[in-house]
């Protein structure tokens, strides 16, 4: 007879194995699935959300989680075991509050909601997606009611992505930032724009995905235990051990969007292809503190890719790639990847004013859930902050609310993990630099891997085994701050636009 432990693994084994389907239908939902195969594999999307649920809430497994947790079974687990019985006893308890009908019906909700997202962007026709988020808006208070009915709805959400912060904490964080970057922005404001001409142009979709494949080979994702796609909204995901994807999505005038997307979402990868091997089927293989993923992702965007020192072992690489770079200097080409003006779209602002995109959306988020804003009045919500934030108003909803994908499967709560992983950057910068040295200097000799290093002995190799604070505690021996960020940003800005 097995004990219980052994019992337990088997049955998460099964467990992964629908989750393995799930993250493939996924997938191949927002990469490839032509239009007229779409609603059949959201059918069979809807079944295995179905069968997820009925893993998570059955007796048995309920029985073993109990057992598990007895403090004489409990002591007994590794770290990695402990963590999963505490969070998957949790998530079992709050499901089993949750009808089985009702989350059949809000899985199958978010999952059309993508779908119409997708056809209302192409078509700035925001008609097409507002029942749809509607209805989602809806699903979510209602399904967070159910798992805490006694907790306020936003701040559950704000745990479901980043166990350990709340909104008390990120609005003293945002509050700071808000208020450090005003004068900064000024300055900038003020000063002479730098010529940027000689970027524009035609540059072909294949080049830019031979830069992608080149990119993401330096900074160190492994194409063994890695894909690429398209799709209309860049994203990484973890099929399963082993299998780290990610997508990208290309712009024929705009070849540093597509760059900075690859950079980013690979700063994601390298994280999940960090985690080792002995954490596969525990609770910290999956890192669902996505304020910690953010800022592995955003370090390697902004705080090393928008160093010129990055790019100098590659730019001529780069040049032979996209042969139109070979009449940019590189010194043009860093100005204009750091150029900082307000924009419309989030994924392609500057690393600057983006912080004011995530406020504007947490703000948002915090009148859907504590305000009762009715998606209706979402657009024009939107447009006021942006002028508020940002000072430009969007002409179109596809440039306004209609740009990001989050909203549209329930994702509620998730933006804030954007700045947040901005502020644990500025922090590991600054450990980084003290225990490796000018990283200035590591990039310039192309030794980037010695980072990517750093980041897995530091960070990756823990997978989720401990909280965003705990890591910050970890690595930097100190409770989060904003400081370092901005005093990043005012040092960094200072010297390029000479203020």
Request: glycine content about 6%.
């Amino acid at each position: 007879m097995k004990n219980v432990l052994n019992q337990f693994r088997d049955y998460l084994l099964e467990m992964k194995q629908y989750q393995h389907v799930s993250a493939l239908l996924q997938w191949d939902l927002q990469t490839q699935t032509p239009e007229n195969g779409q609603e059949r594999l959201m059918e069979l999307s809807d079944r295995t959300a179905a069968r997820l649920f009925q893993y998570a809430t059955a007796e048995e497994y309920g029985r073993m989680l109990e057992e598990l947790s007895e403090p004489q079974q409990f002591e007994r687990l590794d770290p990695a075991m402990q963590l999963t019985v505490r969070r998957l006893l949790r998530e079992h308890r709050r499901l089993l509050r949750v009808p089985a009908d009702f989350y059949n019906e809000y899985a199958s909700a978010r999952t059309r909601s993508g779908r119409a997202w997708e056809k209302a962007k192409r078509s700035d026709d925001f008609s097409l997606f507002a029942p749809h988020l509607d209805k989602v808006i809806t699903l979510t208070k209602q399904y967070v009611n159910y798992m805490e009915p006694d907790a306020d709805p936003y701040e559950v959400l704000l745990g479901l992505y980043e166990e350990g912060i709340d909104s008390e904490t990120i609005n003293c964080l945002f509050d700071e930032i808000k208020d450090g970057l005003r004068p900064l922005l000024a300055g900038i404001a003020a000063a002479p724009a730098p010529d940027l001409s000689a970027l524009e142009g035609h540059y072909d979709i294949d080049a830019q995905k031979k830069v992608q494949r080149l990119l993401l080979d330096y900074i160190g994702f492994d194409f063994a235990s890695g894909a690429v796609g398209e799709s209309e909204h860049p994203f990484t995901t973890r099929i399963r051990f082993g299998d780290v994807r990610l997508t990208n999505h290309y712009l024929e005038d705009n070849p540093i969007s597509a760059m900075f997307s690859a950079i980013h979402e690979g700063g994601h990868a390298i994280f999940e292809q960090g985690i080792p091997a002995e954490l596969e089927n525990t609770a910290a293989e999956q890192v669902d503190l996505m304020g910690l993923h953010e800022s592995q992702s955003r370090f390697y965007e902004n705080i090393l890719g928008r160093k010129k020192q990055f790019w100098i072992p590659i730019y001529d690489k780069l040049g032979e790639l996209l042969p139109q770079l070979k009449q940019v200097p590189l010194d043009t080409f860093y100005r204009a990847v750091n150029l900082v003006r307000p924009s419309m779209i989030r994924t392609e602002a500057d690393e600057v004013t983006y912080c004011l995109h995530i406020i504007l959306r947490y703000e948002i988020e915090q009148a859907i859930f504590r305000g009762n804003v009715s998606a209706k009045d979402l657009p024009g919500l939107w447009n006021d902050k942006m002028e508020e934030l940002l000072g430009i108003r969007p002409q179109t909803n596809a440039e306004g609310i209609l740009q990001d994908m989050h909203w549209s499967d329930g994702s509620f709560g998730y933006f804030p993990s954007y700045l947040l992983g901005s502020v644990y950057d500025g922090m590991f910068l600054e450990q980084l630099t003290q225990e490796l040295g000018d990283p200035d200097q590591i990039l310039a000799e192309g030794r980037i891997q010695e980072i990517t290093g750093w980041l897995n002995r530091k960070i990756h190799r823990y997978g989720s085994l401990y909280n965003s604070a705990q890591v910050i505690e970890r690595v930097c021996g100190r409770e989060i701050s904003a400081k370092p960020l901005l005093d990043y940003f005012r040092k960094k800005y200072s010297e390029i636009y000479q203020l």
